[in-house]
């Protein structure tokens, strides 16, 4: 069975910067397309952005775009969501998300495992 353990939410201050990372275990790592999404009180689930197999690609969010950096280890089964310039926007429960089928996108859907959650709350 498929485990995603995300860690590093916590309250920042807007322009601020975090990083979230999420361990995965139970699988082949390198299988998992990784993402990111996030929600906030009151809104739907929102992609952030996402990594491909190899980590030689990624995709993000307009809304995110220019500030945030997805990566991930391989050998460590880690991916990692760096975000800089954080605004009280920003302000959610963070989750990673893996997909080992060959479906594409960005759709909540197309995710088969998911973590638990973090929570990042960025004061003004």
């Known amino acids: 069975q498929v485990q995603l353990v995300e860690s590093g939410g916590g309250l920042v201050q807007a322009g601020d910067s975090l990083r979230l990372s999420c361990v995965v275990s139970?699988?082949?790592?390198?299988?998992?397309?990784m993402a990111w999404f996030r929600q906030a009180p009151g809104k739907e689930r929102e992609f952030v952005g996402l990594?491909?197999?190899?980590?030689?690609?990624?995709y993000y969010a307009d809304s995110v775009k220019g500030r945030t950096t997805i990566s991930r280890d391989n050998a460590k089964k880690t991916v990692y969501l760096q975000m800089n310039s954080l605004k009280p926007e920003d302000t959610a429960v963070y989750y990673c998300?893996?997909?080992?089928?060959?479906?594409?996108?960005?759709?909540?859907?197309?995710?088969?495992?998911w973590g638990q959650g973090t929570q990042v709350t960025v004061s003004s």
């Open positions: 998300a893996g997909r080992s089928s060959g479906l594409i996108g960005t759709q909540a859907g197309t995710f088969d495992s």
């Open positions: 139970g699988s082949t790592f390198s299988n998992f397309v």
């Open positions: 990594i491909t197999r190899s980590g030689g690609g990624t």
